[in-house]
């Protein structure tokens, strides 16, 4: 079993950058993909980026490529999310999730059993 501890969010103006963090405990952190989603008030959870257990490969939902980049070091147990050209629709919840299934990585919720407990994103117009 893995914890996972999100940082990094904040208030931030239309097109800054915010870094989010996601710290996992244990020693088996590279044994995982993981994953980042977020949730806007009102709205349901949303897939985000997600990438392999070595960091080689990654994906990314179409609203955010080319403008955020997954990434993660294994010798740290920590994820990030790099966020650029911030947009007020990407206002919400960020949450990191992980999981050890045989899958190279996953888009879907479903597919994690381990979250953190989010942290909020906030960009203002």
């Known amino acids: 079993q893995v914890q996972l501890v999100e940082s990094g969010g904040g208030l931030v103006q239309a097109g800054g950058s915010l870094r989010l963090s996601c710290a996992a405990s244990?020693?088996?952190?590279?044994?995982?993909?993981m994953g980042w989603f977020r949730q806007a008030p009102g709205k349901e959870r949303e897939f985000v980026a997600t990438i392999s257990r070595s960091g080689g490969d990654t994906d990314y939902a179409d609203s955010v490529k080319g403008r955020f980049t997954i990434s993660r070091d294994n010798a740290k147990n920590t994820a990030y999310l790099q966020m650029n050209s911030l947009k007020p629709e990407d206002t919400a919840v960020y949450y990191c999730?992980?999981?050890?299934?045989?899958?190279?990585?996953?888009?879907?919720?479903?597919?994690?059993?381990?979250w953190g407990q989010g942290t909020q994103v906030t960009v203002s117009s």
């Open positions: 999730a992980a999981d050890q299934d045989s899958f190279l990585y996953s888009s879907s919720w479903h597919e994690y059993r381990y």
């Open positions: 244990g020693r088996t952190f590279s044994s995982y993909f």
